[in-house]
């Protein structure tokens, strides 16, 4: 009899725990599920962080790369030129927008520069900052 009532007891507690037990595996499924869901969202933001940033260094890389080709342009258009050769005249480019720096003997060396590199493939504005040198008197 003693048997017989550890088995009554026993049964159904197993049969209960058997019943159960999915209802608790899919809650922690659940939350394995919802967790695992998480990591791969971080991972998606990771990568599309990663390609937004690298997108930006080549667009970056671009820009520089052409900022120097444009700038060798204009170089060289003030170098072959009768007008703007023998003067010591700075050019910089930043994202296609030429500065024009140093001293000029006269107007016409600075009109004719910048209309230089206006005319420079790949130019998007001039900025004519010269400056005037001072006349000679005798």
Request: hydrophobic share 40%.
């Amino acid at each position: 009899m003693n048997n017989f009532l550890r088995l009554t007891i026993i049964l159904p507690a197993c049969a209960l725990g058997l019943a159960t037990s999915p209802l608790f595996a899919q809650e922690n499924n659940g939350a394995a599920r919802q967790s695992m869901h998480r990591a791969g969202e971080s991972a998606e933001n990771t990568a599309s962080d990663t390609g937004d940033a690298i997108e930006h260094a080549y667009h970056g890389a671009v820009t520089a790369l052409s900022d120097i080709v444009i700038t060798a342009k204009v170089k060289h258009a003030l170098h072959t030129n009768t007008v703007t050769n023998s003067s010591g005249l700075q050019v910089h480019t930043a994202a296609g927008v030429v500065t024009l720096t140093g001293t000029v003997p006269s107007p016409d060396v600075s009109i004719t520069a910048e209309r230089l590199a206006q005319q420079t493939e790949g130019v998007k504005e001039v900025r004519n900052e010269f400056t005037m040198s001072p006349t000679v008197t005798r």
